[in-house]
Antibody
Framework: EVQLVESGGGLVQPGGSLRLACAAS????????MHWVRQAPGKGLEWIAR????????SYADSVKGRFTIARDNARNTVNLQMNSLRVEDTAVYYC?????????????WGQGTMVTVSS | DIVVTQSPDSLAVSLGERATINCKSS????????????LGWYQQKPGQPPKLIIY???TRESGVPDRFSGSGSGTDFSLTISSLQAEDVAVYYC?????????FGQGTKLEIK
């Protein structure tokens, strides 16, 4: 079964850091781009970052560029999101997402999400 | 950036009736070399992650009932539910995956009238 399981969410103060992890199983991990998408409470979906199969190509939304870093460990089938200089507006459920295949494909596999709360 | 905008923000339809949600992209998401529209539709129910229901603007994902259909090309798209069922109550999002950043529409909340 294809599965994505996020971990690492929690409560952090503004300006703090948090590292999210996503464990993938059931597919050949290094053949897929991986993405993170977030959803603030009661709000819509926001794509925030992607990384290609070998980990050398990344892209970010303007809202997180320079603060968040996406990286993957293909030996462990994991993709991480390092979040620094966190702001109150980063409060959201963070989803790990796999597209159907390749860079430009719809997102067919989603994790259950991990909640990040930025508050003093 | 290619931004997508949905309408309406909310929609109430009677059981068994047709529901239509619209999505407009700020630039064409039709890739001429393969004639595919890089536009997907997602369904999200409370407390659950989104679920892909339509990709390439009109291809139903495996297991999705055939009452769901997608149409459109270039910049204007629609998701239609031909006969609304109670289990279709959800928020629906369109998304362009033509180029990063992969914007989603703001969502359309579909309810029973």
């Amino acid at each position: 079964e294809v599965q994505l399981v996020e971990s690492g969410g929690g409560l952090v103060q503004p300006g703090g850091s948090l590292r999210l992890a996503c464990a993938a199983s059931g597919f050949t991990f290094n053949q897929y781009w991986m993405h993170w998408v977030r959803q603030a409470p009661g709000k819509g979906l926001e794509w925030i970052a992607r990384v290609n199969g070998d980990g050398y190509t990344t892209s970010y939304a303007d809202s997180v560029k320079g603060r968040f870093t996406i990286a993957r460990d293909n030996a462990r089938n994991t993709v991480n999101l390092q979040m620094n200089s966190l702001r109150v507006e980063d409060t959201a459920v963070y989803y790990c997402v796999r597209p159907q295949t390749g860079a430009a494909y719809a997102f067919d596999i989603w994790g259950q999400g991990t909640m990040v709360t930025v508050s003093s | 950036d290619i931004v997508v905008t949905q309408s309406p923000d909310s929609l109430a339809v009677s059981l068994g009736e047709r529901a239509t949600i619209n999505c407009k992209s700020s630039q064409s998401v039709l890739y001429s070399s393969n004639n595919k529209n890089y536009l997907g539709w997602y369904q999200q129910k409370p407390g659950q992650p989104p679920k892909l229901i339509i990709y390439w603007a009109s291809t139903r994902e495996s297991g999705v009932p055939d009452r769901f259909s997608g149409s459109g090309s270039g910049t204007d798209f629609s998701l239609t539910i031909s006969s609304l069922q109670a289990e279709d109550v959800a928020v629906y999002y369109c998304q362009q995956y033509y180029t990063a950043p992969y914007f989603f529409g703001q969502g359309t909340k579909l309810e029973i009238k």
